[in-house]
C-alpha cells in the first residue's frame, strides 16, 4: 500500500507564499504522475497541477498556471508545490495522488490551507 504524507500547509495572508510538499512511499520506478488537488468548503474537488515522474511535464488548471509552480525530487520521492501570490478564494485542503504505471490511484490525506484577507 502506498502512502502519501502532505506537508507544509497553513495560515498566510493574501498575497504571501506557501511550499507544500508530498512524499510517497512508492517505489520511484513504479510512478508514473504526481498532483495536487484542492477542496475548498462546501464545493467539489478540483485538479490543481499534475508532473510526470519520467518526462517532468507539467500540466496547470487555469487559475494555478502563473502562481503556482509544481516540481519533483525523484530521489527523495517528492512532489512539491510553490504557490505565490496566495489569495484568499485559494483557501482549501490541499491533497497530493500518485498513478502508477500499473494505473493505480493513491491519494494523501490533505493539509489545510487558509489565506486571510
Known amino acids: 500500500q502506498v502512502q502519501l504524507v502532505e506537508s507544509g500547509g497553513g495560515l498566510v495572508q493574501a498575497g504571501g507564499s506557501l511550499r507544500l510538499a508530498c512524499v510517497s512511499s512508492?517505489?520511484?520506478?513504479?510512478?508514473?504522475?504526481m498532483g495536487w488537488f484542492r477542496q475548498a468548503p462546501g464545493k467539489e474537488r478540483e485538479f490543481v497541477a499534475r508532473?510526470?515522474?519520467?518526462?517532468?511535464?507539467?500540466y496547470y488548471s487555469e487559475f494555478a498556471n502563473d502562481r503556482f509552480t509544481i516540481s519533483k525530487d525523484n530521489a527523495r520521492n517528492t512532489v512539491y508545490l510553490q504557490m505565490n501570490n496566495l489569495k484568499p478564494e485559494d483557501t482549501a485542503v490541499y491533497s497530493c495522488?500518485?498513478?502508477?504505471?500499473?494505473?493505480?490511484?493513491?491519494w494523501g490525506q490533505g493539509t489545510q490551507v487558509t489565506v486571510s484577507s
Open positions: 508532473i510526470g515522474w519520467k518526462s517532468g511535464g507539467r
Open positions: 512508492s517505489d520511484s520506478l513504479s510512478t508514473l504522475s
Open positions: 495522488n500518485l498513478i502508477q504505471i500499473s494505473q493505480n490511484l493513491y
